[in-house]
T-cell receptor, first 113, second 115 residues
Framework: AQSVTQPDIHITVSEGASLELRCNYS??????LFWYVQSPGQGLQLLLK??????LVQGIKGFEAEFKRSQSSFNLRKPSVHWSDAAEYFC???????????FGSGTRLLVRP | GAVVSQHPSRVICKSGTSVKIECRSL??????MFWYRQFPKQSLMLMAT?????????EQGVEKDKFLINHASLTLSTLTVTSAHPEDSSFYIC???????????FGPGTRLTVT
């Protein structure tokens, strides 16, 4: 069965520092992968997606993610974090043979001033 | 594009009453809508999947008679929590996807408090 793992529950970075949030997937074929961000009390916003092709994908708000098949990873990165990036981040993949999304447990990003 | 709205954003109701939450796709036709529940500091829990004009498919453990879902048009789905109890208090989020797409676009959520 497919699964998505986000190993880090919390990550704290200083404003202006770089960021990498980890996501590992378990699936045989090339999966579709998404990163979503959720601010407190809000719904989820799609940051970026990977379907095929270029393994480095650019998203909104200066985020990017790299698909690495050899490591079964789809890590989210940002070169310089802003205080407004503090939020919960979810990695997700569609369930096989359906359109339901399988979410990771989420990573809460805290930004130090 | 791909905007999903939810109404109301916040609702307080008394135990035993019913409350309806609307989810609308504003600028696309939503072949499928999903309803999630989210507990504090947790990931989303899928409650049900609804396709326009069809009965909703509920996830295991979700009471279909308690959480009534209607997807009457390609832009509107409603979730009615019937005979609400305090344990139904939660954050409810809907999402929608267009035909042929795996991407889901999420509404801003509804905070339900049952007193």
């Amino acid at each position: 069965a497919q699964s998505v793992t986000q190993p880090d529950i919390h990550i704290t970075v200083s404003e202006g520092a770089s960021l990498e949030l980890r996501c590992n997937y378990s699936y045989g074929a090339t999966p579709y992968l998404f990163w979503y961000v959720q601010s407190p009390g809000q719904g989820l916003q799609l940051l970026l997606k990977y379907f095929s092709g270029d393994t480095l994908v650019q998203g909104i708000k200066g985020f990017e993610a790299e698909f690495k098949r050899s490591q079964s990873s789809f890590n989210l990165r940002k070169p310089s974090v802003h205080w407004s990036d503090a939020a919960e981040y979810f990695c997700a993949t569609p369930e096989d043979s359906s359109y339901k999304l399988i979410f990771g447990s989420g990573t809460r990003l805290l930004v130090r001033p | 594009g791909a905007v999903v709205s939810q109404h109301p954003s916040r609702v307080i109701c008394k135990s035993g009453t019913s409350v309806k939450i609307e989810c609308r796709s504003l600028d696309f036709q939503a072949t499928t809508m999903f309803w999630y529940r989210q507990f504090p500091k947790q990931s989303l829990m899928l409650m049900a999947t609804s396709n326009e004009g069809s009965k909703a498919t509920y996830e295991q453990g979700v009471e279909k008679d308690k959480f009534l879902i209607n997807h009457a048009s390609l832009t509107l789905s409603t979730l009615t929590v019937t005979s609400a109890h305090p344990e139904d208090s939660s954050f409810y989020i809907c999402s929608a996807r267009a035909g042929g797409s795996y991407e889901q676009y999420f509404g801003p959520g509804t905070r339900l408090t049952v007193t």
